[in-house]
């Protein structure tokens, strides 16, 4: 708490940062992935997208895995992954790879895509053969454009084993799944909920286009030192520091993640 | 536009800047003196607070008087004026000049208080004869802990005519007349209907605690260089510009300020 | 709690009933009368306007007034007064029984006027010296139709004290202060709310057009037999009657009444 | 248009009745089932579900089938049944005649079930081998519970083509795609969206447990009666008749509705 522009007023941040809200709803969608591998093994895993909730999943992944490989089309996203027994991969390498693949190097028996929109291309995952296939799929709420841009169903092509990642908000209104949808929805409607509190003045998200900074300026260390922030800060008259952190907790535990058996 | 992650996505900037909402909101309360005061002239006005309107509020009010002071219990918001004309003075300077005030120097026929919840004392007001006093009151919608807060009525207590500064949003909630909580306000209602647009991903508002670099950091410059970006950020597979401006336009429309005379 | 179409899905009503919302508003507005008056006890009370809260704050008062008068355009609202001790008389016979005044028959020392829009003239306030003069202020959240429609300034012409009947919800937007405004309000913002707990189909408010059973029809028996039902329905899962009524008691519980002097 | 309590305060019906709502979302259901049977033609169709778009259905089905059958579990709700050509038949005569089928009388190739939750038994539909099979999915905005009693996926065991027809609304909150549901969300938010226009005092949704004069009172006439009432009463200041109604046509252009095909 600091004092706002008078002595009347306090300045209160969340002690919940921007991050610990990415972190959260990554967790959700890796603890779904586990959920839905029911303790399997598995000798070579592969991701694809890094950004942003590749790195949680791979990392949760790891224990059951004889190996853990991480793609992404953008080769800086390295910089992203975190944990050892990792293997990141930038897509050309890998298409390079699977090019030369006789003694087959990559043979994956599980396959996990969280790339969404415009990411990986149907055809290429047509010659795998895993054991399970998981595509996220990146529609929530409803939204009929964004319905007629995904293409979950054409991804889940092989594998033995086949689910769809499912991500919502119970009542709340997400337009995709992804894991900046949900943080930027769920800071927002906390600040909305804070802000009919008595006594508070305004409450200001502490958001940016952080998307820009890892694909525009391709700058992930500045990326994760910007959601190192409070992911609100609040003007009012009145100690709600715990009054705001049990809205943000609240809003964070509307995020249902499930994997879908698909037949 | 620039594409987002991949390019199925876009990513627009609203035109409208945070400085251009700041400064609409600004013009209003400006221009609703303005009415008020009814072309009458003066030979000295005085108004309190510079941050946020007050320095608009002064350089509308110049062409009509002999003088403006623009008085403000922070020294480095001298750095918040612009347009020549106006005189600004830190509040000790000004209560100094007031205990040697023999040769009336100081003797405004109009005092302007925009300092809102613990700003202007009472008291100092007293031994003011105005012709025209205007405070600004910073309730809006109603809660209760900030009407408690509010001493208007107090400071509404000399000047042959009084008004109060009153701002409201058009069946919206917003706590405070503050320009920057309207400012937010502004921005958060229309990110959450951008939201609601088919094809929109998300619609994130650029917006930070500014004022605590106004009042923390007391660095105006960066304060001024913070605001001078979009207003908010939105990923989406459509063109949506003119829709995206015009969400933005038709919230501060809803913006109304007017003086209520008060007897 | 019945079942519903299925033996699935249960039908819930709320306990709280729109009757029992509309007498907690009324009463909030009685009990603001009732502080402002510290007390004070007098002769004569009149009170303009039968319908919605009028009955309500003519019981509040008559311990402290030694007759209670209840007038109204309509005399058909005759039937909506409830309790001994209040006297009513319609407009008609009110204004000729104030031409015949010689015995000073009608001279209250306190007159409250909660007409509202369009209500009570402000000439007709003009003869009368009460002690104690309030009228209720139609406006609630801002609105620049209603504002400008309103003439609360204008009633508020004589009286030795004066004050303006003041009811606004916390938070929530309520574009009048009127008793059946804000019994919607509740009901409406309850049903929303209600709508986003897990398991809910849908959330009914039982609503119709009240004020034309009272106004058209003229049927006060009927308007009263219709208030007499649950709030809202609610077709659900699980056993959710508590948290339903919770929810209309919240609701409730952010309305605020208050007179505020006026000078 | 009528007045309200005084002249100055108008009532206004909204022209769009609570049956049009009704029968625009039963069509665009209708409408959904129709092009995704892309004009083929069937011998006997038997949809499961007469109330609330079964109906509907059957009407729009009619054309292209020898035979519609319409079953429901509760026999009063043939007289839900309009137009010719339509056989209902309550569920006990419809299990009856499938016992002693020798004759293959009820031999369907088309299937609509729109039973939703709690509706037809998927071991039920195990013996039929129609060439296609449409199954409601009662689900709309995530909820936890909701889905969870869901069993589409079950029913969907028979059938040469499969299809979920599915309904939502663009970015607002449904919890179910049942008629009903929309239909009251609809009027929900327009009474929400219509409060925040200029002149507005408050906004009545004519709306009533009406599934309790269909499935308690047993009384399908009395609903039909019902229903036949303007969606929504607003009183207001201005003439705002027009914006009324296209406020509630936007909503129900929110509505969208289509068969998702099933593997
Ligand atoms: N064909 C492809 N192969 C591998 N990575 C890809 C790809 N196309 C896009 N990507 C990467 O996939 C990511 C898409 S963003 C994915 C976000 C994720 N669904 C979440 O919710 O966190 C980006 O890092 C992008 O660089
Ligand atoms: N007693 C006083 N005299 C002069 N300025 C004061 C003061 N107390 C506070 N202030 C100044 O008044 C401003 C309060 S913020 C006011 C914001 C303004 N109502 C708006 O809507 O834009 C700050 O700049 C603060 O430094
Ligand atoms: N000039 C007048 N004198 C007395 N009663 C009047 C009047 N004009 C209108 N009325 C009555 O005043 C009532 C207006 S409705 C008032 C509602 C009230 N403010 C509430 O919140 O409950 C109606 O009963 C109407 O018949
Ligand atoms: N096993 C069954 N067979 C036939 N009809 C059934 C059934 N179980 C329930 N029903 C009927 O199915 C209907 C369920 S309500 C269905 C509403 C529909 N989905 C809509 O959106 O309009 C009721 O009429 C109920 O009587």
Redo the contacts with the bound molecule.
Sequence with gaps: MKYGITENVKTIESKVKVRDIIKKI?EK?ANAIKYYLEGEEFEQAII???????NYIANTLKADCGEVIL????PH?EDIVTGNGIKFMD?NTFMLKLRNNKDKEINPDLIID???L????PN?LKDFDPKVLII?D?KSSFDKELMEADNTHKRLCVGHKKGSLK?FRSSKISKT??????TVDVIMDSCIEIKELDGVLYSVPNLEYFEGI??HEKDVRKFLREVNTPALTVSCLGNLEAEIDEIIDKNMQKVYSFVKLVK
């Design positions: 990554a969608k694809f997208g890094a950004y942003l909730s590749g793609i992404d089309s953008q996203l897509l969280v790339t969404g415009g990411g990986v291309d290429m996220e990146p991500t799944s992804g894991t900046m949808t949900l890892v694909f």
